[in-house]
């Protein structure tokens, strides 16, 4: 169990250090952001990887429970 926590937790930095140079805007959002300037442009990217991260860390969690559950079968 405490190695299972661990892991999740380096994944967790680990998926955070490598995202923060990525943008990730539609073409709407790249408009907003270029007329509001650089410091809320990156914050707008931020928070759109922000809220990306929990549904692909459920679907990731979900994905290794069954993987687990089905190994052993």
Known sequence: MKQGLLISILFFCLAIFISLPSTAQCSICTKTAQQLGEGPARALNGAIIYLAFAPLLLIGFIG???????RDA
Do not use: I, L
């Open 64 to 70: 290794y429970r069954w993987w687990k559950n089905n």
